[in-house]
């Protein structure tokens, strides 16, 4: 509207001073040598006009005549550019849906008609790379690594390509060039990170998180925890080369990260080591109220050195009712008191898992039977069904299980990354599934405790005064025994004769040993009060010699391995 008033008030002016021309009077000469011309004012105006308009229109064509080979020039530059254009979108999304021919016919276009732009060059790596062409991969990058405007990314692809190839000298020389350029890149400060742990240069891995900080890459909340990793794994390190500063590194990981256990365990240790008990304690406390870790047990039960397995088993209930119910107290417990000699307090604490036991449930339920009443028959039950058992938490990270912690991953170099929990793979496909017992396992817990003559048990007792923690191996003699003498011990010369068998108390017959009448064995003689155990002269039975709370040395020993009921039947059914 404003455009149409303007126009109309211009118009409106020409009229009115071609009507001012119009009405004054005169005449125009112009004299030039022996021309002569006269004429009107108007008509002076008017071809005035027209000599100014024809000028301008000649300038024009001129103008235009001048700027047509740069015009023409131009013009071809803008094809080619659109065509380039057009030819990396093509290629990137032939990229993005792995079509490697059409990738690179789009990748040679862009480059004949946009050789110089940068996402033609990034087309032209990326589609050597899907297309398997290192070399020109890497010609690529280096060819951008060159550039001002795109070395960041040239870096970038050479540390991949580096990567691929298993080169972790020139990847980590290519990330530290590249974090010299941006100290703010994530990539180049992760992956130096990496390598700095992997060589376990824990200094200049500290250095780098600092950075990382000072750039903005990482929250305090993150910061504070990745920095108490790293002082423990440096703690760690230095335990027996350095303890001065294994200690310093210990204090300030737990005052950063008081959840970190190997922190807690390691800063405990110390703490105990210059006798700041109740420091120590805390310290555990606080580390076991986030997560009941069976280190923490340990290093709680060995707070003060000197104590007896009494006292220890009193600290250790004390630190299990800060985390009611949870397994690893009832497992700390349990090991207290196996090691303090009292049985029923370490059954009691095992009893809420023994329907649905862990590998470490059962060993320790294995352990109490062999050392409480030298039941070897319910420890190897015992003992198998820790073979079926659930898995019991390890460290894990990334799918990769490690028998200790470690301060990054092996698998992606993440830091941080394990964490104390159930594998994966061990997890149940229903939560509400439950292992079955096999015959020969009900059959060796549905057996009584073996009877003793009074010497035998005064000889397997523990001393009154000295609670031993270790296990105490029943006598040899017992193991090796014929089944008779194992059913009906011979009485010693101090001890009171043995009641008659017919005086002795009939026990029901396990189901296992009921179903050998239904095999053809109608004659069989009746089972004896205590169940023997067979052993052909190629199974060594388990060692008795060995801590049955380790699981491992247990379940990986051809000893544990050759039990099974099939084989248990076979054994006694004498094929």
């Not at 923490?296 to 600290?315: K, P």
């Not at 000699?341 to 062999?370: D, G, H, S």
């Amino acid at each position: 509207m404003i455009r149409i008033v303007l126009f109309l008030v211009l118009i409106a002016l020409a009229a009115a001073g071609a009507a001012w021309v119009a009405d004054q009077t005169g005449d125009v000469t112009l004299s030039w040598g022996g021309w002569r011309v006269a004429t009107t004012l108007p008509v002076f105006a008017l071809i005035l006009g027209i000599v100014v308009v024809a000028a301008m229109f000649a300038w024009s064509i001129l103008a235009t005549l001048w700027r047509a080979p740069a015009r023409i020039r131009h013009s071809r530059r803008e094809r080619r550019h659109a065509r380039g254009r057009h030819a990396i979108t093509q290629g990137l999304l032939a990229i993005g849906h792995g079509d490697a021919a059409a990738a690179r016919q789009h990748a040679d276009a862009a480059r004949r008609h946009a050789g110089g732009d940068p996402l033609a060059m990034l087309l032209h790596a990326q589609s050597a790379q899907l297309d398997g062409d290192r070399e020109g991969a890497q010609r690529a990058f280096r060819a951008m690594a060159e550039r001002e405007d795109t070395r960041l990314l040239g870096l970038r692809g050479l540390f991949i390509e580096a990567q691929r190839a298993d080169d972790p000298v020139a990847a980590v020389m290519i990330a530290e060039e590249a974090l010299k350029l941006a100290p703010s890149s994530s990539w180049a400060s992760h992956a130096v990170l990496g390598f700095c742990c992997a060589k376990g240069d824990w200094s200049g891995a500290l250095s780098i998180l600092d950075n990382n900080q000072s750039a903005g890459l990482i929250d305090k909340a993150t910061y504070r925890r990745q920095r108490g990793v790293l002082l423990t794994a440096r703690a760690l390190e230095l335990e027996k080369v350095d303890r001065d500063l294994s200690r310093e590194s210990a204090k300030e990981a737990v005052k950063l990260a008081p959840t970190l256990v190997p922190a807690a365990v390691l800063a405990a240790k110390y703490e105990s080591e210059a006798h700041q008990v109740r420091r120590a304690m805390r310290i555990v406390e606080a580390a076991w109220l986030k997560q009941p870790h069976p280190d923490l047990a340990d290093a709680y039960a060995h707070v003060r050195l000197g104590d007896s397995a009494r006292q220890r088993l009193v600290r250790l209930e004390t630190l299990a009712a800060k985390a009611p119910g949870h397994i690893e107290g009832a497992l700390a417990v349990a090991r207290a008191a196996i090691d303090a000699a009292e049985f029923a307090r370490a059954r009691a604490a095992l009893a809420p898992f023994v329907e649905r036991p862990t590998q470490r449930v059962a060993m320790l339920m294995a352990e109490i039977e062999r050392a409480e009443h030298g039941d070897s028959g319910r420890a190897r039950a015992w003992t198998l069904r820790a073979v079926r058992a659930l898995h019991d938490p390890v460290w894990t990270a990334d799918g990769y299980v490690s028998d200790r912690w470690r301060p990054v991953s092996p698998v992606s170099g993440r830091l941080d990354a394990f964490q104390w929990q159930t594998p994966v793979a061990a997890l149940p496909s229903d939560k509400g599934a439950t292992i079955e017992s096999s015959p020969f396992e009900e059959a060796m817990l549905a057996a009584p405790a073996p009877r003793r003559t009074e010497s035998a048990a005064e000889s397997q007792a523990p001393p009154p005064h000295e609670p031993s923690g270790e296990l105490t191996p029943p006598p040899a003699a017992q193991d090796n025994a014929p089944p008779a003498a194992t059913a009906e011990p011979a009485p010693a010369p101090s001890a009171k004769p043995a009641s008659p068998p017919s005086e002795s108390p009939q026990v029901a017959a396990a189901p296992l040993f009921r179903a050998r009448a239904d095999l053809g064995k109608a004659n069989a003689a009746p089972v004896p009060a205590v169940i023997p155990i067979i052993r052909p002269p190629d199974d060594p039975g388990i060692d008795e010699e060995e801590p049955s709370d380790e699981f491992a040395e247990q379940i990986g020993s051809p000893k544990a391995q050759a039990g099974g009921w099939r084989g248990f039947l076979s054994r006694w059914g004498g094929g």
